[in-house]
């Protein structure tokens, strides 16, 4: 069993900065790929940035030069940078993403308990 553990949300001023942390523990071979989430109050949760293992990086409109996704394989950690904070990015974030338990099986993890990140001035 994979756990996530999601953490380093807060409460931050519009334009500020914020970086999370996804740890990944359990039986884990390699994370082929993670993503960061977000779910608004009232809304679907949406995908926002995605790391590939090759280290290709996507990012949703809404996000993208403000935010940034990497990944720690050597610690099974994922980060989500966040710069330049807006209103609007208030959200529960979550990591979850496709890991090797084994060589050969992916699996898709449960979700985490999530961070709550609230801009506001």
């Known amino acids: 069993q994979v756990q996530l553990v999601d953490s380093g949300g807060g409460l931050v001023q519009p334009g500020g900065s914020l970086r999370l942390s996804c740890a990944a523990s359990g039986r884990i071979f390699r994370i082929y790929s993670m993503n960061w989430y977000r779910q608004a109050p009232g809304k679907r949760r949406e995908l926002i940035a995605t790391i590939t293992s090759s280290n290709t990086t996507i990012y949703a409109d809404s996000v993208k030069g403000r935010f940034t996704i990497s990944i720690d394989n050597s610690n099974n950690q994922a980060y989500l940078q966040m710069n330049s904070l807006k209103p609007e990015d208030t959200a529960v974030y979550y990591c979850?993403?496709?890991?090797?338990?084994?060589?050969?099986?992916?699996?898709?993890?449960?979700w985490g308990q999530g961070t709550q990140v609230t801009v506001s001035s």
């Open positions: 979850n993403g496709e890991i090797f338990d084994t060589m050969t099986t992916m699996i898709r993890p449960p």
